[in-house]
């Protein structure tokens, strides 16, 4: 199926308009910054990431490692792909980046924002059903025993763990806390590793304890600032 039979309406949109388009709302990914190699890697680590917002010029990410400005970032998102682009400028636990497009790239961005738009408004899920949830703000801090702490990126949280994303990996066993939750790191993940917590939580308060209340929101009218 071709992406003008795919997005139906849509595929007749002028080109000239596709400036304008935008999505504003959490999208989970993962990214990397190429120019990244640390000794002794054949390839940059790849961090966990949430899109907060995107149009066919810049994105505004929100990730446990902010790049430098004007440095390389590969991002992928499942219903944007993959995007390419630069550090336009810094935020609080995440960057504005500039997607590096040509015009046919920057139509069929455009396509696809219209059309998880309008897929993400027709149907609402209610992540209450879920075990596992995505947290308003994914942003938080690992606290370890010595009193180090390492900013991080929460992927996903459930009653009895919580997985995330930060520039360094604890070793197995290790005991830390993230926010106020106490647990022992169990496992290491593609994008991170896993935390068990030292009792089950209660998921309709669990966020409040994750997320420092210091830290400062990151919001889509970043990507305007």
Known sequence: MSLGAEYGEFGSRPDYEWHDVRFIGAVAGRYTM???KYAGASKAPVYACRLCSVSTRLAVVVGPVVGKQREVVTAHFEAFGILRGQ???QLP???VMDLTLNAEGREKLGRKIVWHRKRVYDQIEDRREYKRIQLRD???VV???DGTRIPCFVIDV???GIALSAQTSPPIGTPLAVGKLVGRVVRYLEIGFAVKFLAPQDLETVETLIVPPALK???AEDETA
């Open 34 to 36: 190429p120019d990244r």
């Open 87 to 89: 550090v336009n400028r």
């Open 93 to 95: 636990s995440g960057f």
């Open 138 to 140: 994914p942003r938080s």
């Open 143 to 145: 606290t370890l025993a």
């Open 158 to 160: 459930s009653q009895s």
């Open 217 to 219: 929101p990151i919001t």
